[in-house]
């Protein structure tokens, strides 16, 4: 019988009222490997309403039993991040070890989040006026949801849900339906490590969840990561019912090479940036701009690199596993097509490459075109396949207006030895995250995460400071304690004396 994957609701397993359900595939052998299930609105209100009894307690609790649970979650995940790593690869494909990876980059915005208490701290004036007292604190908001993409079914929950726990909140997850088991791991961790029943719920779903958890009226903030077209909605309509948005969207990152890079540096972050978890990361690049004249010896070395890669079964020590669904894998291949038709020039085609690995797979190996042109789709769109574009430009200045005049801007890199040529870049690119001579910069978790332009909705970005001011309102209280000469009758606006 296929293994059933139910929500998780008010601290244990729901399997309850479930109409619907979707297949959930190993990608590296095509076959169904379980059916999760896709909560109606019934559902939903359930999963809310637990997190709603549970959100008021959690947050009166004191900053020490949060702490001690955040701790104890933490060794946890660390002692489990194997078994967390071998669900992903079973329902997204990538290679164990960069699954791994991410579950490290998780645990460390959970490290961050046990510093709660201080990340807390409050200002505090004393004597404002005469015998008057000013401070500030931070208070939960309540009830938060959190949306999450399939590329990353670890890390990206992590980049919320431990925050908004420390910083007093109750979270219901509704994490993609095509990599849904890794938050069920993350539940029962949670449960272990002692969180009230209720502060924590996985609901899986669809469209159907997800509109009924941005219109809920107990839901006080959404954090959303996933596609563009879903984050402009989601921003769009949860903001309209009254809520506090994060939207990150979709990315289209490029990677400038100026004349005087270390080639074989940038053949390296080339490769490994363009085709790890088969390009199906946000902050993937996907454009190689290259400044003349290096392109001919710049691809020369990636083509050596490419050669040497093994794409194959996650589980068996390869270099680059399959495509999440079979669907994804058809349009990706569907812009190689595009591409070559669009008169790009296909240095090495994904479509016919060996595999190691299942027949059935959703196999596509790594691409490389070069000669593209900004208007070819396999520039303009966001492929998320491991399909890497060169686009030759003449300057410093021309790379530059390319990136900028691309709508997204999750991230970029530039590679250079000329400091002052990357101290320009980073000051004039339009882009939230830039690496210099590193090809992912994805920030530290005491960092924030975000993009521009068409890759985040709202002002704050994840984790990092940004992610406490999400996550907490903030309140100043102006006392003054009872005192011999009380002020009297004074109507005017109030100063300070
Ligand atoms: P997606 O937009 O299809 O799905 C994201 C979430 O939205 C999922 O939970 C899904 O169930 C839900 N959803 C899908 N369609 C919906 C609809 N019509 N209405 C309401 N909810 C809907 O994204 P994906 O394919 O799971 O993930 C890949 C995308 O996520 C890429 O575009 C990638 O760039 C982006 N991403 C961005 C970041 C970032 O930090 N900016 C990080 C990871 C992934």
């Given at each position: 019988m296929t293994r059933r994957i139910t929500h998780w609701i008010d601290g244990k397993p729901f399997g309850g009222i479930s109409e619907r359900s979707a297949d959930v595939y190993d990608p590296a052998t095509g076959q169904v490997a379980a059916q999760v299930d896709l909560a109606d609105t019934d559902t939903t209100d359930l999963a809310v309403a637990a997190a709603v009894s549970a959100a008021?307690?959690?947050?009166?609790?004191?900053?020490?039993?949060?702490?001690?649970?955040?701790?104890?979650?933490?060794?946890?995940?660390?002692?489990?991040?194997?078994?967390?790593?071998?669900?992903?690869?079973?329902?997204?494909?990538?290679?164990l070890s960069d699954a791994l990876g991410e579950v490290t980059r998780g645990l460390e915005v959970v490290e961050f989040a046990c510093g709660a208490p201080h990340l807390l701290k409050g200002g505090f004036s004393e004597n404002v006026s005469t015998k008057v007292d000013v401070y500030s604190i931070r208070q939960a908001l309540g009830v938060v949801a959190v949306i999450s993409p399939f590329n990353f079914p670890a890390m990206v929950p992590l980049w919320f849900v431990p925050i908004a726990i420390a910083t007093g909140n109750a979270v219901v997850l509704k994490p993609s339906e095509k990599a849904p088991s890794a938050s069920l791991l993350l539940a029962e961790l949670w449960e272990e490590a002692g969180l009230p029943p209720?502060?924590?719920?996985?609901?899986?779903g669809d469209k159907v969840a997800v509109d009924r958890l941005l219109t809920h009226p107990r839901v006080a903030a959404v954090s959303f990561v996933g596609s563009t077209p879903i984050a402009r909605y989601v921003y769009g309509t949860a903001t309209a019912h009254g809520k506090r948005v994060q939207a990150l969207g979709g990315a289209k990152n490029h990677m400038v090479v100026l004349p005087d890079a270390d080639l074989d540096l940038a053949a390296d972050a080339a490769v490994n940036a363009g085709f790890g978890s088969a390009g199906e990361r946000c902050m993937a690049i996907s454009a190689l701009v290259v400044v003349d004249p290096v392109a001919?010896?710049?691809?020369?070395?990636?083509?050596?690199?490419?050669?040497?890669?093994?794409?194959?079964?996650?589980?068996?020590?390869?270099?680059?596993?399959?495509l999440v669904t079979k669907a994804h894998r058809d349009k990706v291949a569907s812009y190689i097509a595009a591409g070559e038709e669009a008169g790009a020039s296909l240095v090495v085609d994904g479509r016919d490459q060996e595999f190691d690995g299942d027949e059935g797979g959703f196999w596509l190996g790594p691409t490389l075109f070069d000669q593209v042109s900004p208007e070819m789709s396999i520039y303009t769109d966001e492929i998320f396949g491991p399909v890497l574009s060169v686009l030759r430009v003449r300057?410093?200045?021309?790379?530059?207006?390319?990136?900028?005049?691309?709508?997204?801007?999750?991230?970029?890199?530039?590679?250079?030895?000329?400091?002052?040529?990357a101290r320009r870049f980073q000051n004039e690119v339009q882009v939230g995250m830039v690496g210099v001579n590193v090809p992912i910069p994805v920030p530290m978790a005491y960092y924030s995460f975000g993009g521009w332009k068409?890759?985040?909705?709202?002002?704050?970005?994840?984790?990092?400071?940004?992610?406490?001011?999400?996550?907490?309102?903030?309140?100043?209280?102006?006392?003054?304690?009872?005192?011999?000469?009380?002020?009297?009758?004074?109507?005017?606006?109030?100063?300070?004396?």
């Open positions: 008021r307690e959690w947050a009166q609790s004191s900053l020490s039993v949060r702490t001690r649970v955040l701790f104890k979650f933490r060794e946890l995940l660390d002692s489990r991040k194997e078994d967390v790593a071998a669900a992903i690869t079973a329902e997204h494909g990538k290679v209720g502060v924590f719920s996985v609901l899986h001919d010896d710049l691809i020369a070395k990636i083509l050596e690199r490419i050669s040497t890669l093994r794409t194959g079964d996650g589980r068996r020590g390869t270099d680059m596993g399959p300057s410093y200045d021309d790379a530059l207006d390319l990136v900028n005049a691309n709508p997204y801007g999750n991230g970029t890199a530039i590679f250079t030895n000329d400091g002052g040529a068409n890759s985040l909705f709202g002002d704050t970005h994840a984790h990092g400071t940004e992610g406490v001011s999400f996550f907490t309102r903030g309140k100043v209280v102006t006392s003054r304690w009872l005192d011999p000469g009380h002020g009297g009758l004074n109507l005017g606006f109030p100063q300070n004396t």
